[in-house]
């Protein structure tokens, strides 16, 4: 829900490209999916496959992304199978970022960085670093 609010009454849309919104909403879709109920601390703390395969980096997170792309595959399921590889390869990137990012170690990390960019607000705060990222539709 916070995705949609923030691309429509937030206005956050009017500073992204098309694949970034995309990209949000994707991984809105699917930064729980295959959920444990349990968190990474938990998973690391006792050890748990889990852990091991991602060597204790954000777990969770990378088995949602990992699910999320392995469904994406299945028949009748892929419909971004028509993209061009580089515009693939550049929304996969940006959705695994977008789930990575809802690691709950990184929160305040990515809090911070947000009140520093909107303490910047009359300088444009959301054109600084962004990156153009507009495939070719050639």
Do not use: C, W
């Not at 490209?17 to 995309?22: R, S, T, V």
């Not at 991602?54 to 997170?61: C, Q």
């Not at 009748?76 to 390869?89: H, I, P, Q, T």
């Amino acid at each position: 829900f916070f995705v949609l609010y923030a691309l429509t009454v937030g206005q956050v849309s009017d500073f992204l490209h098309f694949q970034d919104i995309l990209a949000l909403q994707l991984a809105a879709i699917a930064h729980d999916v295959g959920h444990l109920g349990v968190n990474n601390n938990f998973l690391i703390a006792t050890g748990a496959d889990l852990a091991i395969r991602y060597n204790d980096l954000s777990p969770l997170e990378n088995m949602h992304a990992s699910v999320f792309f392995e469904t994406m595959r299945k028949p009748g399921l892929a419909f971004l199978a028509d993209m061009r590889d580089e515009d693939f390869s550049a929304l996969r990137s940006k959705i695994i970022t977008a789930i990575l990012s809802t690691d709950m170690a990184k929160h305040f990390e990515f809090v911070d960085r947000m009140t520093a960019r909107l303490e910047k607000k009359d300088s444009k705060p959301f054109e600084f670093g962004a990156k153009e990222t507009k495939p070719n539709l050639e």
